[in-house]
């Protein structure tokens, strides 16, 4: 019998999780996402130290030897996330997500100007722009942008998605694909009711399947990706999501692990649901954020770790540069 992870790919596009080429290499997914978490953790890792001094090197030559280590890094850092994204499409087939900086999440002309420099460096090594999705996280600010680049034919990924408002929201903005957080909306409601979840209740789970439901009944284009697992359960119920974005950890599991998969998700069956459709506007995106006490809270959590983890990774690349001149 196909293991689970056979079974999966053959009605869910699987997608990498992670900024280690090796882990990429070794599963060969359709298409991989990254963020700066990942993209900060891979760049520490020795066996990509040709990737960081390279990019660091490249920075300086362009800056001049007057520049200082800082802006070196600055300019360095925003190239990175370009570097790991050009060598892990050497290997997957599909499309690589590169992620905005998260301290631009509520400047809607920041974030555009940003997206279109990472689309204009991948365009310059000679990538096609319909292999790159820009992630962008799910602010009002950042789905608004992320309309305007959708009819500059830059297609985006909305990230640090955790409320049904964000996701109606995305689908009316005409955004490419969206990564709901599955694990980090079951981590949230653990924390708050102490209370273990089966996957078939799994809050993360149930979110994903409502969204789903709710393009499929509508007819909307923008792709369904579910995100951040903390177990293969979560995995299973969502089987039949358009894409799936898996770590290294549990695509191993999965490959290791031998029974049925069932289908869970359906566009056919989601066509015949009982929902009401609903518009978002400004006010009704606030409004609902703010009654979402879940979204609130893992939204702002997000934006915070993802910058720390950018603070985290040019102070890095400060250093490896000061390394690098001594």
Known sequence: MANLLEQLEKMTVVVGDTGDIEAIKKFVPTDATTNPSLINMAAQMPEYESIVDQTLQSARANLGKEASAKDVATLAFERLAIAFGLKILE???GRVSTEVDARL??????TIAKARYLISEYEAAGISRERILIKIAATW?????AEQL?????????????GFHQAVACAEAGVKLISPFVGRIL???????????ASHEDPGVLSVQKIYNYYKKFGYKTEVMGASFRNIGEIIELAGCDLLTISPGLLGDLAKTTGDLPRKLDPEIAKQSDIEKIHIDADTFITMHKADRMASDKLDEGIKGFSAALESLEKFLAERLTKLES
């Open 150 to 162: 959708e009819k500059e034919g830059i297609h985006c990924n909305l990230t640090l998605l955790f």
């Open 91 to 93: 290997i997957v087939p």
């Open 105 to 110: 999440s509520y400047d809607m002309e920041a």
């Open 187 to 197: 981590d949230w409601y653990k924390k708050e009711t102490g209370k273990d979840y």
């Open 141 to 145: 600010e950042g789905i608004k942008a």
